[in-house]
């Protein structure tokens, strides 16, 4: 019988840590399905966050090292920088590059670094409470913005593709969303695309995909995917914006 479904070759076979309807289980996923695809397991490093996702390295089966707080891009980019001939990617939550690590990424970007950034945006802080991040929408309640997200105290949403993408030193942009399965398989498209864009030396190239956090947005697994398609894309449009 032909198998049509297994596990990746780059990832390891362990139950998850995540809670029912994360998103980061299947971004993990595309991360290492991309990275089967390319065949270059043995040349990738990448960089785990300190959110959620601060084990990914216990699913993946390929070298990863760990950053502090949205130190990510800095740590890829001294990583890449001593060895080019690595594909250096850094996996980052939406608390961790948009609010302690703007600096960095901005930076980053700005230096044309020859880098590929995952960033997961869930509109929470997941592994801290689920406060308030950058990303949260407006009106939406988190642990800080019980009466939701007030533009007047609290600001805009944080629009990461759209800021970025300005900076010449970016060689590829775009948002994807995991709220369903064609949207999944764009989603792995684009994650392949951004490292197809470093083996090709064009500079820094970051993917946004949607996420879901059901825990702190207080939702079902099914309402959470349904509040990402409905409300959720409405705030971050989905598209190349480079
Ligand atoms: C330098 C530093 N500041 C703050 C923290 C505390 N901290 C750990 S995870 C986290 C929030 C992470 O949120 P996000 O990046 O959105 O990831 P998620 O858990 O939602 O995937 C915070 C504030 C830390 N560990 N290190
Ligand atoms: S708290 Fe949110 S981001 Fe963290 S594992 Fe649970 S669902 Fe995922």
């Known amino acids: 019988m032909k198998k049509i479904f297994c596990k990746p070759n780059s990832m390891r076979d362990i139950s998850t840590h995540y809670c029912a309807g994360c998103g980061h289980g299947i971004v993990h996923r595309l991360v290492c399905e991309a990275i089967d695809d390319l065949g270059i397991r ?62 960095e990424i901005v930076h980053a970007a700005n230096r044309g670094e020859n880098i590929t950034i995952i960033f997961v945006n869930n509109a929470v802080y997941g592994m801290t409470g689920g406060q308030m991040a950058p990303t949260t929408m407006l009106g939406q309640k988190t642990a800080t913005s019980p009466f939701g997200r007030d533009q007047k105290r609290d600001g805009f949403p944080l629009k990461v593709c759209e800021l970025i993408s300005t900076l010449p030193g970016v060689s590829y942009a775009e948002r994807v969303s995991t709220h369903s399965p064609q949207n999944i398989l764009k989603a792995k498209r684009a994650i392949k695309k951004a490292f197809q864009s470093q083996l090709d030396g064009q500079g820094l190239s970051i993917v946004e995909v949607l996420s879901a956090c059901p825990t702190y947005l207080g939702l079902s697994s099914e309402e959470a995917v349904k509040w990402m398609g409905e409300t959720m894309i409405k705030e971050y449009p989905l598209g190349v914006f480079k």
């Open 42 to 103: 043995e040349k990738v490093i990448g960089i785990a966050p300190v959110g959620c996702a601060v084990i990914a390295y216990d699913y993946w089966d390929f070298d990863v090292t760990e950053a502090a707080h949205g130190r990510v891009p800095a740590v890829a980019t001294g990583i890449k920088r001593m060895s080019p001939e690595n594909i250096v990617f850094g996996y980052q939550g939406d608390g961790d590059l948009a609010a302690i690590g703007t600096a």
